[in-house]
């Protein structure tokens, strides 16, 4: 590692630690730490420090504590032994937040070189290493972990804490092999959000042998990194309407969208403009206007789940263009319903349509701001040193209870897991339901519709939220 260290730009570091024997492993005419060397030279990353083999586990860890305490943008760790594909590295290193995040794979298979981790809403709750118990784990950890540039702080004192109890003995027989795997369960345990990247059909395994070393290569090649890429762009968390109706033909038009140079925000504006058409159509009031009107919400929602699947194929979403596709949706349901009250007429229709307004306004109020006060809650906890723990503390990994414990297990039937998809109402069902009731019958039958079936899902909401509020 170099003597002198200066204060870098904001783009991502990389620190690769060359402390096992594995990473001298022959690999297409090079060594395993040439090759991910490589790979990150394709990757946006501004620098990448190498911290060789000659002190030990803590001196490997005050390597990374003192380049996260003076880099000013995100730093990455990860270890030299590593196979994985480009593109399993890039759901980090190439991802435009640039935050805390951990590469995993939902085989919870558990391995020397796959500790255990618990996810949880895209989170990581519970991580693992040879002595931290993860109790029900559902997947493992893949040697690749990212930390943005709010928690460089965090992970320099993580590091250093541990650098500390491996000098004097307090960690046991660890190696620095466990390094990566000692960092994340630190972050995890100070109340850090760690966000779970999941690797799909992608691999990333670190190896002990050459045997291991040319059985990963061999893997790597039998998966087609361009096509997991496009499968990566569908949101994988969808409605059913989104995803079985819409998802699977929309997924088509994304390389054709790239090999002509069309932007996100371009998709989106095509979208507002197709669903301002339906309402003009709506408001003629006519069967022939309302079925015009159906058909043109329904291609301005296929747009605005294609908007999204480009920003993620080409890695340029950020959290500004999110809550501008959401206002935008906002946007587009309301002149909706204003366009469906104008071609039904008479004063009735209008309370309807504004009751159904108000119950959608009350729906996202609810969902964003209890979304943002667990945010917040985290934050509190982790700057008052809850939930932090002892890092040789046995983890019970916060365990859910109770309704919630049920609902947990629950979700990992398929079909109850669709059925509550469906019942929450998100926006593919509302579209559908706004599109099919006022095609066949009317803006009455449309506006009881979105109001019945609404109301139970705010409910069925309002109690999950207040089950984990307890909680």
Same mark, same amino acid.
Request: net charge neutral; glycine share 8%; aromatic share 6%.
């Given at each position: 590692?170099? *003597?002198?260290?200066?204060?870098?730009?904001?783009?991502?570091?990389?620190? /690769?630690?060359?402390?096992?024997?594995?990473? %001298?492993?022959?690999?297409?005419?090079?060594?395993?730490?040439?090759?991910?060397?490589?790979?990150?030279?394709?990757?946006? #990353?501004?620098?990448?420090?190498?911290?060789?083999?000659?002190?030990?586990?803590?001196?490997?860890?005050?390597?990374?504590?003192?380049? !996260?305490?003076?880099?000013?943008?995100? #730093?990455?760790?990860?270890?030299?032994?590593?196979?994985?594909?480009?593109?399993?590295?890039?759901?980090?290193? *190439?991802?435009?937040?640039?935050?805390?995040?951990?590469?995993?794979?939902?085989?919870?298979?558990?391995?020397?070189?796959?500790?255990?981790?618990?996810?949880?809403?895209?989170?990581?709750?519970?991580?693992?290493?040879?002595?931290?118990?993860?109790?029900?784990?559902?997947?493992?950890?893949?040697?690749?972990?990212?930390?943005?540039?709010?928690?460089?702080?965090?992970? !320099?004192?993580?590091?250093?804490?541990?650098?500390?109890?491996?000098?004097?003995?307090?960690?046991?027989?660890?190696?620095?092999?466990?390094?990566?795997?000692?960092?994340?369960v630190g972050l995890v345990r100070s109340g850090v959000a760690v966000r779970a990247a999941g690797l799909g059909p992608l691999h990333a395994d670190r190896v002990a042998g050459q045997?291991?070393?040319?059985?990963?290569?061999?893997?790597?090649?039998?998966?087609?990194?361009? &096509?997991?890429?496009?499968?990566?762009?569908?949101?994988?968390? *969808?409605?059913?309407?989104?995803?079985?109706?819409?998802?699977?033909?929309?997924?088509?038009?994304? &390389?054709?969208?790239?090999?002509?140079?069309?932007?996100?925000?371009?998709?989106?504006?095509?979208?507002?403009?197709?669903?301002?058409?339906?309402?003009?159509?709506?408001?003629?009031?006519?069967?022939?206007? &309302?079925?015009?009107?159906?058909?043109?919400?329904?291609?301005?929602?296929?747009?605005?789940?294609?908007?999204?699947?480009?920003?993620?194929?080409?890695?340029?979403?950020?959290?500004?263009?999110?809550?501008?596709?959401?206002?935008?949706? &906002?946007?587009?349901?309301?002149?909706?319903?204003?366009g469906l009250a104008i071609g039904f007429g008479g004063a009735g229709i209008w309370h309807l349509a504004v009751a159904a307004m108000v119950l959608q306004v009350v729906r996202h109020?609810?969902?964003?701001a209890y979304a943002g006060a667990a945010a917040d809650a985290a934050r509190v906890g982790a700057l008052w040193g809850r939930p932090a723990r002892s890092l040789l503390e046995p983890?019970?990994?916060?365990?859910?209870?109770?309704?919630?414990?049920?609902?947990?297990?629950?979700?990992?039937?398929?079909?109850?897991?669709?059925?509550? %998809?469906?019942?929450?109402?998100?926006?593919?069902?509302?579209?559908? /339901?706004?599109?099919?009731?006022?095609?066949?019958?009317?803006?009455? #039958?449309?506006?009881?519709?979105?109001?019945?079936?609404?109301?139970?899902?705010?409910?069925?909401? /309002?109690?999950?939220?207040?089950?984990?509020?307890?909680?």
């Open positions: 590692m170099p *003597d002198s260290l200066t204060r870098e730009s904001a783009a991502t570091s990389a620190v /690769l630690l060359a402390t096992t024997p594995a990473c %001298k492993l022959s690999c297409a005419g090079g060594t395993l730490l040439d090759r991910v060397t490589d790979q990150l030279a394709t990757l946006p #990353v501004h620098e990448i420090q190498v911290v060789a083999p000659g002190g030990g586990l803590g001196a490997d860890l005050r390597g990374v504590a003192k380049i !996260a305490r003076i880099s000013a943008g995100a #730093v990455a760790v990860l270890p030299a032994d590593l196979v994985a594909h480009t593109e399993a590295l890039a759901l980090l290193l *190439d991802h435009p937040a640039r935050d805390t995040a951990a590469l995993v794979s939902h085989d919870a298979t558990a391995a020397p070189m796959r500790p255990p981790v618990r996810v949880e809403g895209g989170r990581i709750v519970a991580a693992g290493s040879s002595f931290h118990v993860v109790p029900e784990a559902n997947a493992t950890f893949r040697g690749v972990l990212q930390a943005g540039e709010s928690d460089l702080a965090s992970l !320099a004192d993580i590091a250093e804490e541990l650098a500390e109890l491996a000098d004097t003995g307090k960690l046991g027989p660890v190696t620095p092999v466990e390094a990566v795997d000692l960092l994340l045997n291991a070393a040319d059985a990963a290569v061999t893997r790597l090649a039998e998966v087609d990194e361009a &096509r997991v890429r496009l499968d990566l762009s569908v949101k994988e968390n *969808d409605g059913f309407f989104a995803t079985f109706l819409v998802s699977t033909w929309t997924r088509h038009l994304i &390389r054709p969208a790239v090999r002509l140079k069309v932007v996100p925000n371009t998709v989106t504006g095509a979208s507002i403009g197709l669903a301002g058409l339906a309402a003009v159509w709506f408001s003629a009031g006519t069967q022939g206007g &309302r079925l015009a009107g159906a058909l043109l919400l329904c291609l301005s929602f296929a747009l605005d789940c294609l908007d999204g699947q480009l920003a993620r194929y080409t890695r340029a979403f950020s959290p500004l263009g999110a809550w501008a596709d959401g206002m935008a949706d &906002r946007l587009k349901e309301y002149v909706v319903y204003v109020a609810v969902y964003f983890a019970d990994g916060g365990r859910a209870k109770g309704v919630l414990r049920f609902a947990q297990k629950m979700e990992r039937d398929t079909v109850v897991r669709w059925l509550k %998809k469906i019942i929450v109402l998100p926006v593919g069902e509302r579209t559908a /339901l706004i599109a099919i009731t006022a095609a066949i019958w009317n803006a009455r #039958v449309t506006f009881l519709s979105l109001l019945c079936w609404g109301g139970v899902a705010a409910l069925y909401q /309002l109690g999950g939220r207040i089950a984990r509020s307890a909680r």
